[in-house]
Every structure is written in C-alpha cells, then in structure tokens.
C-alpha cells in the first residue's frame, strides 16, 4: 500500500490528529509567535521522524495529523511538542511570560483520534471473511 512505512521487520501506517490549547484558551498564538510555533513543532517532528499530513495553528490551539513509528508512543509525542514549543515560545517572547506567569504555556491535556485508510466496518468485513467456516482451516480459532 502507498504511504506505508516499512522498517526491519514491520509494516505500519499509523496516523493520529491531535487537538491541544493554550493555557485559559488566551489567543497568543498571532502573528509572529504562531509563524514561530509553526516552525518549531515542523523541527520537532523533523527530529523524532514524524510526518505531518497537514496541520494548522489557530489563535488559541493546535491542530496536527502525523504519521509516526510503531516504536513512539502518542503521549511522548504530545509532550515533546507541547514542552519544547512551551519552553521556547516562552524563552523567545518575553511578553509571553506576562500572561503566563507559570511557565505554563499550554492547557493541561489533549486530544487524539486515530485515523487511516480503512475503516471499522472494512475491518469488520474482512474478519467476518475470515471466521466463515468455509474459509477456516485447522490453524484458525475465532475469538470472541
């Protein structure tokens, strides 16, 4: 399949989008801090060999759909992006140290839906082909 990533010895198209926002919704990201956020998150994902699919940095969150590596985890990926992001956004706009006081530049949490290029019910389908007693050889057992 197009757009697979193979490596040693696995096969995988993993694809994620992923919401998060800055810290009390404030709209900081404008201008020239949202060109630069834009910038470090494209060097972040460059580094850990995630691709983006598409993205967009709105005024006050972030949106991302990457494809990663079977081997990276999503919670280490967001909290890269949201700790380094948070620490030179912070280091390169003093003015942002007004407004977030704590260092916090990001709210808590994110959010994240898997996607792909198959869907539930192709899933569904294709198991059923494979649980019809016709298509079952010794080696198959179903699992319920």
Request: glycine share 6%; proline share 2%.
């Amino acid at each position: 399949m197009k757009g697979q990533r193979r490596m040693g010895h696995t096969v995988s198209r993993l694809t994620v989008h992923i919401v998060w926002v800055t810290k009390y919704r404030f709209q900081v990201l404008k201008g020239d801090v949202q060109v630069r956020c834009r910038d470090i998150v494209k060097q972040i994902c460059d580094s850990e060999d995630i691709h983006i699919l598409s993205g967009v940095i709105s005024k006050d969150h972030v949106h991302l759909h990457i494809e990663y590596r079977p081997s990276q985890k999503i919670s280490d990926i967001v909290k890269r992006l949201k700790g380094r992001t948070s620490r030179r956004l912070q280091e390169e706009f003093p003015a942002l140290n007004k407004r977030y006081w704590g260092r916090h530049f990001w709210a808590i949490g994110y959010g994240v839906w898997s996607t792909g290029n198959i869907t539930d019910k192709m899933v569904q389908e294709y198991l059923e082909h494979h649980r019809n007693p016709s298509n079952l050889d010794n080696d198959n057992i179903i699992l319920e």
